[in-house]
Structures are given as structure tokens and as C-alpha cells.
């Protein structure tokens, strides 16, 4: 049967007779068919039946056409999870639907989900204001790929036993009948055979040693039956803003995080992390990261509450019969709290983020370097680690009159015997004049040593040791001017995520004002840099005519 000659045939009927109900559903037929031979093309044509049979619904075509388009939207319920969304609630009072009036502020978030379960997507990270309906959102996806895949499991991570019994109860309160929804109506085979309130498991269609959905607490000990082959899901991963200013907790939640929760999701199975942006170093952010570094294919979806151009509410609805999330209401909000409070919990904006120093939008960026001079000197300044999770951070500079090249760093953590012979290398090639070296505490052995190998190479380079006394967090930010202004960085295009020059950029970038955070080398072997350089042009011998 040649179904797209006969779909099209049908539609034409459809064109010249749009009130005729029954081409409607003889197409709807044809697309159950259809879906057999050529899924993708079924749906397609059922979509468009779909929105056909809305917009006769709209112009009063009466119950057939209704029905039409809730056969329709069923069909594609255990497939696209935005009718999945729709369809479930139907039966519901319009007044106590959540995605319908939500609908039009949710569209992205849905969407990030929908390529997620088309496979397109291993990790989506999603950031709204709170009581927007995110978790809620989550809940229903999480229930509807336990629909389709009930023989797979799903972990759900939050913070807190209070959280987690609101991702266990929010998820049977669609799958325990009766209820309002037609969970059943989507999936008819994944029955609940089982639940365990202590355990906070469910199961359906059939009993598993791996739950068809487990919710657990980040900070519980993660039991040998959690597996996730479905989704890793894991909402609200910090507690509160006193947490997200606490660097270390951070460190701590993102090493369970890493160490043993990701380790859960089978190899491939899609993670997605929702929360507010707190900090630059949450869960979210530092998941971010990894995936950039691994190469997955990841979606960041970050609505804030007020638009960024026009200052009005992105939330606004109505929720029986009275607009709620207003601009006014967000404004409000605004006034109340704090800069910090408002731009992390509502904006989505991490609390850092106002107090940045070197902000990535008002550094210097080059491509090359000038072609029609050579560089009036290429100097170096090292500033060696003081202890072990310290870096030794040893930028490079080309200096092109008053712009200052960043051209090559060194930039490890790793012992005194492996970044010597970096720092000897990397003065190497790129042909330094001159270096100096902090010699606070072992600097001056250090520097003799780099030294040393240089010399064994063949090589010489005017090495000298510098020790400095002014305090550490004033002498960057007093430098901090001269670097937007004068130094220039290599464009981030132009080096590799992972690289040494890409984490020095990264601590640069995200040094704040505060000088609250545990590492700092970078910035400061900048401030460094920048101090010598001043001291060089301070020092310039200019040659001119005696006057007599």
C-alpha cells in the first residue's frame, strides 16, 4: 500500500471538506497503519491531523472532532512528551490542570526532555525560579519514561528526605488508582505491581531488583539495588544559599555527586540536573563541565524570572482565574531581597557572577599575534605553589608596545619534580627573555632548578627570584585594570577545553571581588605579571639629543 500517495489523497478531501468528520478519521486510521511501515512519517501526518482536528474544535465543530483530536493526541502521548503532558489531563478541571496554563512559559524545558528521550541529548541541566514548575515537570517525565520503559530503572536524587518523599509521592500520585489522570490510558501494561515507602521505590508491570523508579537522598549512602538504565535525575542538588557560599560543602556534594551517584547511570543512560544557579561552583555548574570535557552532547536551559531586555515577568499565568507570577510580583521580589539573593534564586545568575573581577566580557581576545613587528621582549612571571592543592601558575607575555600577549601559560597542580621541567619547556619554546619568580617560601630553590634544566638543554634564560610582601587580594584587584585594558588572551576557540591555558582562564574568570575563594594563582601570577611590566616601562631608558 502506498500510504504517503493515499494520506495525500485524504488530505485533499480534507482541503475541500473540512467539516467532513469522517476523512478525518479515515486518515487517523491510515496512521495507525502507517506507523508500522514508517513511524516517523505516521506521526507526521498525525500531527498535522492533530492540529486539523484543534482548529475545528476551535470553530465549534462540535464532540466528533473533540474525540478526533483526543484519539489523535493519545497516539502520540507515549512518544512526545508534550502531549504526553497534555493528554494525562485531560480529564482534570481546567482550573486544576498544571501544564496547560503553564504551557507557554514550559515549552523549552519540554522540549530539552523530549531530546532527551529521543536520545539527542546525554545531559540537560535546567535552571528556574523556584514553584515554576520544574519538579513537577521532572515528576511527569520521569512517569512517563517509566510508562514506555517499564522493565528499565530510573534514579532520583535530591537533597533532603523531605524532597525525596515529594519525588516518591508526586510520581504515585499518577500511577495509584483511581486518580484523575490517564497515566493508564498512555501505557495500559505498566501497571503498579509494587511500592515501598521506607525504600521510596516503585514498580511497574513487573517485580525487579533494579525498581522501575528509586528516590534517594544525595546524602544517604547509595545502596546496591539504585541503578538508573532509564534517567539519572537529580533536583535541587543544594540546600540553600548559606550552602552554596560554603566552598568546600560544595566540593564535598560535587565529590559524592561524581564519585558514586553519576557512577550509577549505566554507561549512556541521559542525566538531568534541575536546580537554581546558586553558585559558578554548584553540582549544575561543575556538571557542565564535565560534560564540555568528555564531548557529550548537553543542553543548559536557564530561564530567569524577569526578561534580560525588557524587564517583564517570563512566568506570568493564570492559575484559577487570577494572574500569578506577575512582573509587578517579581519586581517586588527584586526590592526585597538582596542583589545576590535575587539575581541566584530568581535570574538565575550565580551569586559570583556580580562580584567578578575579570568578567569573559571585558577581557581582550586574540586570534594571532601582529604580524608586521616582532614583540619588543617576551618575558614570564612564576608564581610556584605553596602547597599541594595550590598550582604553579607561570604565565607567558609578548609585549607589542602597551599590549601584553598572553601567549602560552603553565598552569598544574601537580609536584615540584613535573612542573619544573614544564616551566623550563615552555620558557623554551617560546624563546622567553626573562623570567622572575616569586621567591616566597621554596620559590628561590624552584627558580634555581628550572634554571638549571634550561641551562643542561642549551639553553639561557635571564631567571631571577622576587619576593613580594604587599597583600595578595590589593595587589590583584589593584592590577586588575591594566589586565582588562592591556592584556590580551587567546580566544577561547583557539585551545582546548581541558587544557592548561583553558583552567588558568577558567580560575581568572571566575575570581571574585571577595577574594573568598580557595584558589587563586592564576589571577595573582597575573597581578604579578602586571606589576613587572609596570616596573619595566617605569624603568624605559629613553636616548635623546644633548641640549648643548
Given at each position: 500500500?502506498?500510504?504517503?500517495k ?5 488530505r ?7 467539516g467532513?468528520?469522517g476523512a ?15 513511524f516517523s512519517?505516521?506521526h ?10 484543534a ?16 484519539r489523535c493526541?493519545l ?7 508534550d502531549s504526553?503532558m497534555?493528554?494525562?489531563?485531560l480529564?482534570r ?10 504551557k ?14 529521543d536520545?539527542k541529548?546525554?545531559l540537560?541541566?535546567?535552571s ?5 514548575g ?9 512517569n512517563m519514561?517509566?510508562?514506555?520503559f ?22 504515585l500520585e ?8 490517564l497515566f493508564y ?8 505491581v ?8 516503585v514498580?511497574?508491570?513487573s517485580?525487579s531488583?533494579?525498581p ?12 546496591g ?7 539519572l535525575?537529580l ?9 552554596a557560599?560554603?566552598?568546600q560543602?560544595?566540593?564535598?556534594k ?11 547511570a549505566i ?7 534541575t536546580?537554581?544557579r ?6 549544575i ?10 564531548g ?12 534580560l531586555?525588557?524587564d ?7 492559575r484559577?482565574?487570577k494572574?500569578v507570577?506577575t512582573?509587578a ?13 535575587f539575581e ?7 551569586f ?5 573581577l575579570?568578567?569573559k566580557?571585558?577581557?581582550?581576545y ?15 612571571v ?31 597542580d601537580?609536584?615540584?619534580e613535573?612542573?619544573k621541567p614544564?616551566c623550563a619547556k615552555c ?8 623570567a622572575?619568580?616569586e621567591?616566597?617560601n621554596?620559590?628561590q630553590?624552584y627558580?634555581r632548578d628550572?634554571d ?11 631567571i ?6 604587599s ?11 591594566n589586565?582588562?585594558?592591556n592584556?590580551y588572551?587567546?580566544h577561547p ?17 571566575t575570581y571574585?571581588?571577595?577574594g573568598k ?5 592564576a ?5 604579578l ?7 619595566l616601562?617605569?624603568g ?8 648643548y
Amino acid at each position: 500500500m502506498n500510504y504517503e500517495k493515499l494520506s495525500g489523497s485524504i488530505r485533499a478531501v480534507i482541503d475541500r471538506r473540512p467539516g467532513d468528520n469522517g476523512a478525518y478519521s479515515d486518515l487517523f486510521s491510515l496512521c495507525r497503519e502507517w506507523e508500522i511501515k514508517d513511524f516517523s512519517a505516521a506521526h507526521k501526518a498525525n500531527k498535522e491531523l492533530l492540529a486539523l482536528s484543534a482548529d475545528q474544535v476551535v470553530r465549534g465543530g462540535g464532540a466528533k472532532f473533540y474525540e478526533q483530536w483526543r484519539r489523535c493526541l493519545l497516539f502520540e502521548a507515549p512518544h512526545d512528551f508534550d502531549s504526553f503532558m497534555t493528554y494525562i489531563e485531560l480529564d482534570r478541571k481546567p482550573e486544576k490542570r498544571f501544564y496547560a496554563p503553564r504551557k507557554h512559559y514550559l515549552r523549552p524545558m519540554v522540549q530539552g526532555f523530549q531530546d532527551v528521550l529521543d536520545g539527542k541529548l546525554r545531559l540537560l541541566t535546567i535552571s528556574m525560579p523556584k514553584r515554576a514548575g520544574k519538579s513537577q515537570t521532572g515528576i511527569n517525565f520521569v512517569n512517563m519514561l517509566s510508562g514506555k520503559f517499564p522493565d528499565r530503572s530510573t534514579l532520583m536524587e535530591g537533597t533532603g528526605d523531605d524532597l525525596v518523599k515529594s519525588f516518591y509521592n508526586g510520581c504515585l500520585e499518577y500511577l495509584t488508582v483511581p486518580n484523575e489522570y490517564l497515566f493508564y490510558d498512555v501505557f495500559p501494561d505498566a501497571r503498579l505491581v509494587q511500592t515501598n515507602a521506607d525504600t521510596k521505590t516503585v514498580n511497574l508491570k513487573s517485580k525487579s531488583r533494579f525498581p522501575t523508579i528509586m528516590c534517594r537522598s544525595i546524602d544517604a549512602r547509595q545502596v546496591g539495588l539504585s541503578e538508573a538504565t532509564n534517567v539519572l535525575y537529580l533536583d535541587d542538588c543544594v540546600e540553600g544559599r548559606e550552602e552554596a557560599k560554603n566552598r568546600q560543602r560544595l566540593d564535598d556534594k560535587w565529590e559524592v555527586i561524581s564519585g558514586d551517584i553519576m557512577g550509577r547511570a549505566i554507561e549512556g543512560t541521559p542525566m538531568v540536573f534541575t536546580g537554581t544557579r546558586y553558585s559558578l561552583y554548584d553540582p549544575i555548574g561543575r556538571v557542565q563541565e564535565h560534560a564540555q570535557r568528555e564531548g557529550w552532547a548537553w543542553r543548559a536551559i536557564e530561564i530567569p524570572a524577569l526578561n534580560l531586555v525588557t524587564d517583564e515577568s517570563n512566568y506570568e499565568y493564570e492559575r484559577e482565574g487570577k494572574k500569578v507570577f506577575t512582573t509587578a510580583y517579581f519586581r517586588e521580589q527584586r526590592e526585597l531581597l538582596s542583589a545576590e539573593q535575587f539575581e541566584s534564586e530568581f535570574q538565575q545568575q550565580p551569586f559570583e557572577a556580580k562580584g567578578l573581577l575579570f568578567s569573559k566580557d571585558e577581557l581582550n581576545y586574540f586570534f594571532e599575534l601582529p604580524k608586521d613587528r616582532d614583540p619588543d621582549t617576551i618575558i614570564a612571571v612564576g608564581d610556584t605553589a605553596e602547597s599541594g592543592s595550590d598550582s604553579t601558575s607561570m604565565p607567558v607575555a609578548m609585549i607589542y608596545g602597551s599590549d601584553v600577549y598572553i601567549v602560552d601559560v603553565v598552569f598544574d597542580d601537580s609536584p615540584a619534580e613535573v612542573t619544573k621541567p614544564e616551566c623550563a619547556k615552555c620558557l623554551i619554546e617560546n624563546k622567553v627573555a626573562s623570567a622572575v619568580f616569586e621567591s616566597n617560601n621554596a620559590g628561590q630553590y624552584y627558580a634555581r632548578d628550572v634554571d638549571q634544566i634550561i641551562r643542561e638543554r642549551g639553553y639561557s634564560v635571564g631567571i631571577r627570584t622576587k619576593r613580594t610582601i604587599s597583600n595578595k587580594q590589593t595587589r590583584i584587584e589593584f592590577a586588575s585594570d591594566n589586565i582588562k585594558k592591556n592584556f590580551y588572551f587567546k580566544h577561547p576557540s583557539t585551545y582546548k577545553r581541558g587544557s592548561q591555558y583553558w583552567n588558568f582562564m577558567k580560575e581568572v574568570t571566575t575570581y571574585t571581588r571577595s577574594g573568598k575563594v580557595p584558589h587563586d594563582d592564576a589571577p595573582d601570577s597575573l597581578s604579578l605579571l602586571e606589576n613587572e611590566i609596570r616596573m619595566l616601562s617605569g624603568g624605559k631608558v629613553e636616548v635623546f639629543k644633548r641640549p648643548y
